[in-house]
């Protein structure tokens, strides 16, 4: 059941659908303002703990978050840190500090997802990609959410280039955009096991290592458990014209059978994600990439292979060890039969003013060839 703010508003009683894609609770009371407001009063309202619903210009106020951003980063700072787990500790605080105080500030949606804010731009396709159908209610969400949504809606418009699957992947709100084509390009060499021509992708996401190995020449069974993901993934199988090689299946991990071939491109930090987009990056307990290893054996046909895509990024962040790592592999029974490495390529791992410089730098993604000890 869908949760309501309520609110008052000219003296009246307002309601609307409270629209968290974190799952956090309605806020207890909301004020409304606008223009009249100066930044510097509402910065202190939403330090305060307060929640503001604009009632005023769309431009005026997508300036006013960018105004907003600035003073949080400078405000707040990651605390001193003496190792890279403590580090990464502190960032996590501090991002989550930063974005608790910006998601106070808040913009109403219509039934049909228009925004009744003078000179809004048009959201209404960008919220039926991220939400569904209109159900006929009025909405309110943080105004940095609907951004996401809107940024979402024309990453899925253009598209991500990817030269490995001779097109581009259209990712959708929710689902990770394959934005770094290191680990895309490791899969795309990687050498096939021998007479290998089917394989598991196990949690698709986006579709693109399935469209790569059916590129490949493979048949591919791909698996998800996030509606999202299965659409998402579905949807770009059919524009890249691979419906007749790759067959998308709701379940957790693996498929039903055995493959000569088992791909798995598991999150790859160990944590508790804040937010259901965050479970692409943060795998709570090692679950699914323990998962993975842990089943191999049983979906391996004989003499296949397992690959793994994994970041070293976790062991520069003292958040799991190599030998933490090589004695999972042992334990499922599995021997490591080659690897191949590649180097970040994106932003921050040049970036020095990066807080997680030091282990960003350092990263390796890897492509662990696994078989049957």
């Given amino acids: 059941m869908a949760s309501l703010l309520e609110w008052s508003e000219q003296g009246r009683r307002r309601q609307a659908r409270w629209r968290s894609e974190a799952g956090l609770p309605a806020p207890a009371a909301?004020?409304?303002?606008?223009?009249?407001?100066?930044?510097?009063?509402?910065?202190?309202?939403?330090?305060?703990?307060?929640?503001?619903?604009?009632?005023?210009?769309?431009?005026?106020?997508?300036?006013?978050?960018?105004?907003?951003?600035?003073?949080?980063?400078?405000?707040?700072?990651d605390a001193p840190a003496t190792t890279a787990g403590n580090a990464f500790a502190a960032h996590r605080v501090t991002q989550g500090r930063r974005a608790a105080l910006l998601a106070r500030l808040l913009?109403?949606?219509?039934?049909?997802?228009?925004?009744?804010?003078?000179?809004a731009q048009d959201v209404r396709q960008a919220c039926r990609e991220a939400w569904g159908k209109p159900d006929g209610s009025n909405s309110?969400?943080?105004?940095?959410?609907?951004?996401?949504?809107?940024?979402?809606?024309?990453w899925r418009k253009k598209g991500v280039p990817v030269p490995a699957v001779g097109g581009s992947i259209h990712p959708h709100y929710g689902v990770f955009s394959p934005v770094r084509g290191e680990y895309v390009?490791?899969?795309?060499?990687?050498?096939?096991?021998?007479?290998?021509?089917?394989?598991?992708?196990?949690g698709t996401g986006s579709g693109v290592l399935a469209a790569v190995l059916a590129r490949r020449g493979l048949n591919v069974v791909a698996t998800d458990m996030a509606p999202r993901a299965l659409a998402c993934a579905t949807e770009n199988i059919e524009k890249l014209g691979l419906t007749a090689q790759v067959q998308i299946v709701e379940a957790d991990l693996f498929p039903?059978?055995?493959?000569?071939?088992?791909?798995?491109?598991?999150?790859?930090?160990?944590?508790?994600?804040?937010?259901p987009v965050e479970y692409a990056v943060y795998?709570?307990?090692?679950?699914?990439?323990?998962?993975?290893?842990?089943?191999?054996?049983?979906?391996?046909?004989?003499?296949?292979?397992?690959?793994?895509?994994?970041?070293?990024?976790?062991e520069h962040l003292g958040?799991?060890?190599?030998?933490?790592?090589?004695?999972?592999?042992?334990?499922?029974?599995?021997?490591?039969v080659g690897r191949l490495d590649t180097r970040p390529v994106h932003g921050k791992a040049n970036d020095r003013n990066d807080p997680l410089h030091a282990a960003r730098a350092a990263e390796i993604t890897s492509l662990w060839r696994l078989a049957a000890a």
């Fill in 107 to 119: 913009v109403p949606v219509g039934p049909d997802y228009k925004l009744p804010l003078r000179r």
């Fill in 140 to 154: 309110v969400v943080a105004l940095r959410e609907l951004l996401a949504v809107i940024s979402a809606h024309e």
């Fill in 319 to 336: 958040l799991r060890s190599r030998d933490e790592l090589a004695q999972w592999i042992a334990a499922a029974g599995l021997r490591v």
């Fill in 185 to 202: 390009d490791l899969v795309a060499r990687a050498p096939l096991p021998p007479g290998c021509d089917q394989a598991f992708d196990i």
């Fill in 30 to 77: 909301v004020d409304v303002v606008d223009e009249a407001i100066s930044a510097d009063t509402l910065w202190s309202r939403l330090l305060a703990g307060e929640y503001l619903l604009w009632r005023g210009d769309w431009p005026n106020v997508r300036r006013l978050l960018q105004t907003l951003t600035q003073r949080a980063e400078r405000h707040f700072r």
């Fill in 256 to 275: 039903a059978g055995r493959a000569p071939l088992v791909v798995c491109n598991p999150p790859w930090l160990p944590g508790q994600p804040t937010s």
């Fill in 283 to 314: 795998d709570p307990d090692s679950r699914m990439l323990r998962g993975f290893l842990d089943g191999l054996t049983t979906h391996l046909a004989p003499g296949g292979e397992g690959w793994l895509i994994l970041s070293d990024l976790a």
